[in-house]
């Protein structure tokens, strides 16, 4: 089993910043990589970043590239999102995941990870 804790969400101004931490426990030696999710009110889950834990590899959602960064600590089993120029659409709550295997579904997709977080709401007012 593996737990996820996330941390960092709050409200912040529209061209603000706010970084997003995600702490995993248990099983972590089985990552392959870890992801950002958010969903916002009524909406579907949807991708924003994840990350390769070897090789570090990164990928991004066109909506959020060039504003957040995924980043990863090996040794504190923790992912980050560093999150810049926030847009009110950044409202969420955002969820991180993790994949154990390299093989599985894309990236992309929620179907894609194993383990999920309770999540943390980010609200972005203009």
């Known amino acids: 089993q593996v737990q996820l804790v996330e941390s960092g969400g709050g409200l912040v101004q529209a061209g603000g910043s706010l970084r997003l931490s995600c702490a995993s426990s248990?099983?972590?030696?089985?990552?392959?990589?870890m992801g950002w999710f958010r969903q916002g009110s009524g909406k579907e889950r949807e991708f924003v970043a994840a990350?390769?834990?070897?090789?570090?590899?990164?990928y991004y959602a066109d909506s959020v590239k060039g504003r957040f960064t995924i980043s990863r600590d090996n040794a504190k089993n923790t992912v980050y999102l560093q999150m810049d120029s926030l847009k009110p659409e950044d409202t969420a709550v955002y969820y991180c995941?993790?994949?154990?295997?390299?093989?599985?579904?894309?990236?992309?997709?929620?179907?894609?990870?194993?383990?999920w977080g309770q999540g943390t709401q980010v609200t972005v007012s203009s």
């Open positions: 995941a993790i994949r154990n295997s390299r093989y599985g579904g894309t990236l992309y997709h929620p179907s894609g990870y194993d383990y």
């Open positions: 990350i390769t834990w070897r090789e570090a590899s990164t």
């Open positions: 248990g099983r972590t030696f089985l990552t392959y990589a």
